[in-house]
Every structure is written in structure tokens, then in C-alpha cells.
């Protein structure tokens, strides 16, 4: 069974610094990883997608890495800003599963300003 | 992309009854999921809306509890019945255009049961 966890739970930082988030995979026989961005009681916000032929995928000031083989992926958030404050959701694709996403347990970020 | 719209955004529903969520999208899917997220949780699938077929249901969740449709490649519902407190939670509707591709994910439905 894939499980997906992300570390850590929660996180607050001063405005301006950079950071990085955590996922990690059981199972590494997957298609794609996924990150998501999710403000408070909405929806998700698709911010990178990594084939599993990939290393990494960039996106403004994001910047997702990829290691299928151990089973992690890294989201950098450069030079943050209060309005990166939301949760950010890991999710992989099982090769398995039909297309259905597996979520991490999530990343609650706070940019104070 | 896909454009997804779904309603209501938000509803607050008596003990005993239904609500259906729609999901409309702006251009045609192969993949159309339904997802529900409870208080303070992760996302959990419910099921895979097929076209012109039954869906298919996670272990857990029934078609009783929660059926589902989708008449065409655009559009999907999902009905969750007999409504309790414990239903409440964000459901939300996701596309893919194509297999092994890109998700997105709709506005979410946040239901309270009371």
C-alpha cells in the first residue's frame, strides 16, 4: 500500500526566507508526483508535476525535485512571501492505481511578514 | 489546463438529507475522480466517475451512500445521502485530460451537517 508523508506538519518562517518541504513514498513504481497548494476550506492549486522520468520541474519561485529511487521529493520556495502562507499537499500517481492520486499527510506554511 | 466549477461552494444541510455537488469543466476529460477531505485531513478518493457507466468506489464508500454520475465528457455528480455529521467534510472533483497526466482539482464543496 502507498503511503505518502510529509515532513514537517507545519512550518513558520520569517517573510524573505527560503525553505523546503518534504515527501516521501513507499512505493516507487509511480507516474508522476505532484504538488498542490491549498488555502483554507478551498480547493487545490496545481503548482508542479514531475514525471517519473524526471529530476525536477521549476515554476516561478517553486522548484520540486524528484529521487523515485529513495522514494523523496523537495518543493523549494524561494525568497518567501506572506501570500505563500497555505498548506502545501504531496501527491503521487501509482502506476498501480488507475490514475488515482495518493496524498501526503501536508505541510501547513506560515510567512510572517 | 482544465477549468473545473463546482457547486454549491458551500452548504450546510439537516441530518437525513441529500446534497449533490456538480462538477462542470470547460473542456472534455478522460478522468474524472471524486474526493472527499475530512476536518483537518488529507484527501481520501471516493471514486472514479466512469462515462456512461457505474463509477468505481474506493474500499469504504458505497453507491448507496454516495452515487455518482457522468452523462458526458464535461460533466460529473456526486450525491451524498442520508446525510449524518460525520459527512461533514470538503468533497471535490478532479480531472485529468488524459491518462498519467496533470490533475486539477475544483473549488471544493464544504458541507456541514448538522
Known amino acids: 500500500k502507498q503511503e505518502v508523508t510529509q515532513i514537517p506538519a507545519a512550518l513558520s518562517v520569517p517573510e524573505g526566507e527560503n525553505l523546503v518541504l518534504n515527501c516521501s513514498f513507499t512505493?516507487?513504481?509511480?507516474?508522476?508526483l505532484q504538488w498542490f497548494r491549498q488555502d483554507p476550506g478551498k480547493g487545490l492549486t496545481s503548482l508542479l508535476l514531475?514525471?517519473?522520468?524526471?529530476r525536477e520541474q521549476t515554476s516561478g519561485r517553486l522548484n520540486a525535485s524528484l529521487d523515485k529511487s529513495s522514494g523523496r521529493s523537495t518543493l523549494y520556495i524561494a525568497a518567501s512571501q506572506p501570500g505563500d502562507s497555505a498548506t502545501y499537499l504531496c501527491a503521487v500517481m501509482k502506476k498501480s492505481s488507475g490514475d488515482k492520486l495518493t496524498f501526503g499527510t501536508g505541510t501547513r506554511l506560515a510567512v510572517r511578514p | 489546463s482544465a477549468v473545473i466549477s463546482q457547486k454549491p461552494s458551500r452548504d450546510i444541510c439537516q441530518r437525513g438529507t441529500s446534497l449533490t455537488i456538480q462538477c462542470q469543466v470547460d473542456?472534455?476529460?478522460?478522468?474524472m475522480f471524486w474526493y472527499r477531505q475530512q476536518p483537518g485531513q488529507s484527501l481520501t478518493l471516493i471514486a472514479t466517475?466512469?462515462?456512461?457507466?457505474?463509477?468505481?468506489?474506493e474500499s469504504g464508500f458505497v453507491i448507496d451512500k454516495f452515487p455518482i454520475s457522468r452523462p458526458n465528457l464535461t460533466f460529473s455528480t456526486l450525491t451524498v445521502s442520508n446525510l449524518s455529521p460525520e459527512d461533514s467534510s470538503i468533497y471535490l472533483c478532479?480531472?485529468?485530460?488524459?491518462?498519467?497526466?496533470?490533475?486539477?482539482f475544483g473549488q471544493g464543496t464544504r458541507l456541514t451537517v448538522v
Open positions: 466517475a466512469n462515462q456512461g457507466s457505474e463509477a468505481t468506489y
Open positions: 473542456s472534455q476529460v478522460t478522468m
Open positions: 512505493d516507487s513504481a509511480i507516474y508522476n
Open positions: 514531475i514525471q517519473s522520468s524526471q
Open positions: 478532479s480531472v485529468a485530460q488524459e491518462p498519467h497526466t496533470e490533475a486539477f
